[in-house]
């Protein structure tokens, strides 16, 4: 039998049971001496066995053998012939990376080549692996069918939209009734697919402990890591590529947010920091939120920073939190005095604004003194499929993501508008909001009247109204990718197709602000 065929599967089911040790040895290390520490070891020993018999099976047997080693250690754990101390714990933590090593390296390697060959195939057995029966009910599928899924029903939105224009038109009432019955048909679809897509932000935030661990421990500090909402669900291919940013904004937190023990101390605090990542759902959208309890970020330092760089204007004497997470996220910004193997570097910011451009999210600040800092991400649920705004301007087509709009409005604008064509900001509910001429920032003459059709937009913790000629209602677009011309002056996020059959092109809002 050739077992080349399983090579993925044991490398995703490695993959599983490697995130299952870590997080064991990891709640092992937090409290080695309660009574949870047994189950912990219990659950470490369960998700080894279970790497070893696999690799067994498939011939890996360098694999095999590492496995087969931390088990003895895991096993002398169970039985109490060894204590729990964190040099036994750092020891397993050390194995536990050899053993992920091991499973990502054996895809490279050949498989036995028949099952006589192979050892005897293990299956986990039932009493090492409650987890087996629920299994059972899963099929893994290929991440490229289920894209391949959301294109084609991408498609089909566009060509029922398109079918139900020409049907408004000329059909009689038997067929408008048949195509609503299919477009309710095609809605469910759409949704079960989305949802055949969606999996729990605790897959991307499983590696997160580790790397909370490792960083405080270099820094000098103790933390406390807490994660909250783990079963939230979110688009696989936006899940992949959150990793990267909320890595930058932990290692952030860790080390120009928590202070030291002593600092913590002088101040009143415990001299343990604590650090939170938490996911929740809010009206259609995600929202991962990284927060600390540590000295909040000094505006006067940044702003001085910002004054040398000329980053903002040499009258501006203090930053809101907008201001003050628009020039966090310049590239190349920091405030660190020299560069560590944590900071240093003016990398953080600006790569995790850089992704919530890609991913149509956006970014948000909360800073208090003293007190800590929260980050915020807003996230919609699919990057495939999202809910637009559509408006025209200069006689072409725009589409702006719900996840920046505020409110569509009417603005008056200032009679001097008429004469010298100028119009920078307005008041909206009291707020001073800067207003954004679309058809001048396109390149092409504004036109004024008495009243003038706009929505206000956020992004980047900032607040802004663009001026749009017309609204065309609103729907959901697939998203293709689309790549701003060079030089152009505003940067888009995407393409689609409208129902009507015509393009239009989805607004990056954050290039905007």
């Known amino acids: 039998m050739d077992l080349s065929r399983y090579v993925e599967l044991f490398l995703s089911e490695g993959r599983e049971h490697v995130a299952q040790l870590n997080a ?65 714990v750092e020891h397993l933590l050390e194995e536990a990376d050899a053993l992920a090593r091991g499973v990502e390296a054996a895809v490279q390697l050949p498989t036995a080549g028949t099952a006589k060959d192979a050892p005897a195939v293990v299956q986990r057995p039932a009493e090492l692996d409650e987890a087996t029966p629920a299994r059972n009910t899963h099929v893994r599928v290929r991440a490229s069918r289920l894209d391949s899924l959301m294109n ?24 408008k009734a048949a195509f609503a019955h299919t477009s309710r048909l095609l809605t469910e679809l759409k949704e079960e697919v989305i949802t055949a897509r969606m999996v729990p932000v605790g897959q991307a935030f499983e590696r997160f402990p580790r790397l909370v661990r490792e960083t405080a421990r270099t820094l000098g500090k103790d933390v406390e890591f807490v994660l909250e909402g783990s079963d939230i669900e979110l688009d696989r291919s936006m899940l992949d590529r959150i990793g990267d940013p909320v890595m930058h904004l932990l290692r952030n937190a860790l080390d120009h947010g928590i202070e030291s023990a002593e600092k913590r101390t002088a101040a009143g605090k415990d001299e343990r920091g604590r650090l939170t990542l938490s996911a929740q ?78 991913l149509g999210g956006t970014l948000d600040l909360s800073t208090t003194r003293g007190e800590g800092t929260a980050i915020t991400l807003r996230l919609p649920l699919t990057v495939a499929i999202v809910r637009a705004l559509i408006a025209s301007v200069a006689g072409e087509t725009f589409a702006i993501p719900f996840t920046h709009v505020h409110e569509t409005l009417e603005l008056e604008p200032p009679a001097s508008v008429f004469d010298d064509g100028q119009w920078d900001e307005a008041n909206i509910n009291d707020d001073i909001v800067p207003v954004i001429l679309l058809r001048r920032h396109f390149g092409v003459p504004a036109r004024f009247a008495a009243r003038m059709k706009s929505v206000t937009v956020t992004a980047r913790g900032l607040r802004a109204a663009l001026v749009v000629d017309d609204f065309l209602g609103q729907q959901d677009v697939v998203v293709k990718r689309f790549d701003s011309p060079k030089g152009s002056t505003v940067s888009f996020a995407g393409a689609t197709v409208l129902s009507d059959g015509s393009p239009a092109l989805i607004i990056d809002v954050n290039s905007l602000i």
């Open 152 to 175: 084609l029903v991408g498609e089909l939105e566009i060509a029922r939209g398109r079918l139900g224009k020409v049907l408004g038109q000329n059909a009689d009432d038997g067929v």
């Open 281 to 358: 759902r809010e009206l259609g959208y995600v929202l991962i939120r990284v927060t600390d309890d540590g000295g909040g970020i000094d505006r006067t330092i940044v702003l001085a920073r910002a004054h040398t760089l000329g980053l903002i204007t040499a009258d501006t004497e203090h930053l809101s939190d907008g201001d003050l997470l628009r020039v966090l996220s310049t590239p190349g910004f920091s405030t660190a005095a020299s560069v560590t193997s944590v900071s240093g570097r003016g990398v953080g910011m600006d790569v995790v604004d850089a992704a919530m451009r890609v």
């Open 24 to 88: 064991a040895l990891l709640e092992l290390d937090r409290v080695p001496d309660s009574s949870t520490s047994n189950a912990a070891v219990a659950e470490a020993f369960r998700a080894v066995h279970s790497i070893k018999g696999m690799a067994a099976a498939m011939g890996y047997t360098a694999v095999s053998d590492t496995a087969h080693g931390l088990e003895s250690l895991l096993d002398e754990l169970r039985r109490g012939d060894k204590r729990v101390t964190r040099t036994l």
